[in-house]
């Protein structure tokens, strides 16, 4: 399937695979890119080299299109744009900001560059700062959120730029790939179906909480301090939504997220650590290679297109 | 200028009764965050049919500023 993401990006199939701190390090990103989608490293608050690692680990394993996602407010973003340049990168999504700074490094480095947007006007504002898309991701997603709807968010953003859009939030199966291109996107996103990929290294605990989600089973914590977050409901998020109820102070909400989604992905703790998921958790049933879990998406999501494209 | 600047600042940030100076902050003032900030530099676009690419945002930080920034690019009031 042709669109000018697959064009731009040298990719087979237009499903980009979420930019997720822990959760997407070299194992699940190679095996995206292996199957014909494009796999991403989330470089999180990870140090550079740690991030210069990953990427040579990936490229170990597989020749094809890979991407970075820089976290803009990572204290070592200067030095992880230089690694991502240094590295040959093809592909980098942003993250928490406006990575204009770095625009012109990239595009000397031949990077495409692709922003993570909650609005209409930041989707311009990165048009005109030379973005070669924009991931239009609605409030279903997991992780760092904004507050529209993928529903409501995509359409406007496509009409607004024109560059292409990729549609990101609450994405997990053909049905979402079809529905996102209806609205007018030429990819689609998808980070919490991978999270339960065969090759994702999270621990077995965090797997099971996800494949066990049901559709409720996701709540938002942070929004009283300007950073909401999306994470299946648990003893963490209780408090932590007790205290803010309480109107406590950033501080104190800090200290219980603190180094919380490591717990959670690499230890297991999924009663106080972070388990970052999207409102599509209870659609994903098992757990399944990420080759398998992208051609389902693409015979379900042609098989529905089929009459337009 | 300022009159215009401080409508289009309180229509976008929907605020009102808010006293709003040259020396006004949007962060720190008018509890902007990044997203208002957007619609801000969008709205200062139509209006003016001034180009602000997003390089130009770190510098906007005050009302003064974004005057300054406008009368820089030949906005005249």
């Known amino acids: 399937m042709k669109t000018r993401i697959t064009e731009i990006l040298g990719i087979e199939y237009p499903i980009i695979q979420g930019g997720m701190a822990w959760v997407a390090e070299h194992n699940l990103a190679a095996a995206v890119s292996e199957a014909g989608g494009l796999g991403i490293i989330g470089a999180g608050g990870a140090p550079a080299e740690f991030v210069r690692e990953q990427i040579q680990k990936v490229k170990e394993v597989t020749d094809k299109p890979f991407g970075v996602n820089i976290m803009l407010m990572n204290p070592e973003a200067d030095a992880i744009a230089q690694v991502v340049a240094d590295e040959g990168v093809k592909v980098v999504t942003t993250g928490a900001g406006n990575p204009s700074k770095y625009m012109q490094q990239w595009k000397e480095a031949g990077v495409k560059v692709i922003p993570v947007v909650a609005s209409v006007a930041m989707a311009k504002l990165m048009q005109r700062g030379g973005a070669d898309a924009v991931v239009a991701e609605g409030m279903e997603s997991g992780g760092h959120i904004g507050s529209l709807t993928t529903m409501a968010l995509v359409p406007q953003v496509v009409d607004a730029v024109d560059i292409p859009v990729i549609a990101a939030g609450g994405i997990a199966d053909g049905r979402g790939l079809a529905a996102a291109f209806m609205l007018g996107a030429e990819a689609v996103q998808l980070g919490t179906r991978f999270v339960a990929a065969t090759e994702s290294i999270v621990h077995e605990n965090y797997k099971a909480m996800l494949i066990k989600a049901k559709d409720i089973d996701s709540t938002v914590t ?32 800090e200290k219980l997220t603190l180094g919380s989604l490591r717990k959670a992905v690499m230890e297991g703790d999924v009663v106080n650590g972070t388990v970052m998921a999207g409102q599509i958790a209870g659609l994903v049933k098992k757990e399944q290679p990420c080759k398998e879990i992208i051609a389902e998406i693409m015979e379900q999501g042609m098989a529905l297109l089929g009459r337009t494209f | 200028m300022l009159e215009r600047v401080k409508e289009i600042i309180e229509e976008q940030l929907n605020i009102e009764d808010v ?10 003032d008018l509890d902007a965050d ?5 619609e801000l530099v969008d709205a200062f676009q139509e209006e003016y049919g001034v180009e602000i690419p997003p390089e130009d945002l770190e510098q906007i930080t005050t009302v003064g500023a974004i005057i300054k920034y406008l009368q820089d690019k030949g906005v005249d009031a």
């Open chain 2, 34 to 38: 990044s997203l208002d900030l957007f």
């Open chain 1, 222 to 253: 942070g929004t009283t301090t300007g950073h909401p977050v999306r994470s299946i409901r648990n003893k963490m998020t209780k408090e932590y939504l007790k205290l803010e109820k309480e109107g406590a102070d950033f501080m104190e909400l």
């Open chain 2, 19 to 28: 006293e709003i100076t040259e020396e006004t902050r949007f962060k720190e």
